[in-house]
């Protein structure tokens, strides 16, 4: 007998012609906005034009005092712990489980990032912070991984009890939020990219947030020397003699990135919602399929819907390897479903292992890590699939088949082993 699974020789569950997902959406208004824009200027090296117009945006969308465009997410992570006084030999904590740009840039400024175990969503855990402060703690920075907001209340708790600093990637969680607060308004500064898929995407560009006066200019003297420094540095500042050089880097946006962000962000609610919605959809449908555990949203809070990620439990279809499964899921067409790659638990990646090698004497050299340190993160890493969120009604006939594709790989999974 002939199997009904495409691996084995049956008809694909997803009959939809791909691409079956691309991001961020680009309509009129957005061609219209980049024209406007090559006709205008391709290099803005003040606060001005668009790049003035993105940041004010971006502030009144976030209720804060102050946003900054910087050409990426790194950049902006970067330029945030700079800003926020982090120096040599200060120690960070920062989660297991994250994309490296979260962290990395502290090895540039001689600090340490400390991993810390995280909960099974892969969101830092709360619980396992206290353990890891020592006299040489600064600061703790979060990500909010996929789009669901950590557990923001307690790391605040946790931080003020020792005196330390707050500090936020967004960067898969623009306009998220926990009890009508978003993401990125908790602690001193938040830093977020514009990259590609990012729920608020301008193709490459980040910004980095804050309420704080002092770390707003400081943002200012690290990523954008000279014209932009010189106007938004008060003189008699005590960094205002160094606006010339900056810290000797420059991190602008590109102002053909600033308008696409700009066009995009006046349509994120409704992608926000949209994505909710479809969200709703695949949750409800995949929630009882064995083999798979959807991610849970405690009350209050609000996810951007980055990714939508799922559990594979290979014990409830006897013991099927997630490698073979998801190999049927693509076999189906469904081929958005995703195994995360290098947004992996640090404590596996080279850098994190055995740092001295491109950074030498860096003080974390006597502080490797190596797989298998942080069991939650690495076993939840090992065991996640993942799917992006489509965000328009017309969408839900091609998640449905999606849907399809995972209960007929699940039903039929005896086939398979
Ligand atoms: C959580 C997180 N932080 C930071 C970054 C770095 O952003 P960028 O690629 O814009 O430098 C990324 C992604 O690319 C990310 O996923």
Sequence with gaps: MTSSLALLGGKPAVTVAGPHFTW???GESTRAMVAAQLDTSVSIAGRSGIVADLEDALQE???VRHAVTTSS??????STYWAAGIQAGDEVIVPAWTFHATASPLFHLRAVPVLCETDPDGNIDPNRVEELITPRTRAIMVTHLWGKPADMSDIVVVADAHGLIVLEDGSHAHGAGIAGRKVGTFG???????????PLSGGEGGFVLTDDDDTYRRVIMFAHYNKRAKGEIPEGHPLARYAVTGAGLKFRIHPLAAAIALDQLSRLDGYLAGRAE???HLTGRLAGVPGLKVVEMPDGVVPSWYGLTLTYR????GGLSLDRFHQALTAEGASEFDRPGSTCPLNQLALYQQPGVLFPGHPHSH????AGDFPVAERVHAHTIKLPVWHREQDLKLAGQYIRAAIKVSDHHKELL
Aim: charged share 20%; net charge positive.
């Design 314 to 317: 290979p014990d409830e279809l």
């Design 24 to 26: 961020p959406p680009i």
């Design 367 to 370: 502080r490797r890590y190596e």
């Design 278 to 280: 479809v969200a709703r």
């Design 73 to 78: 997410g790194t950049a902006a992570l970067h």
């Design 61 to 63: 969308y976030f209720g």
């Design 188 to 198: 001193l500064a938040s830093a977020f990219s514009l990259n590609g898929p990012k």
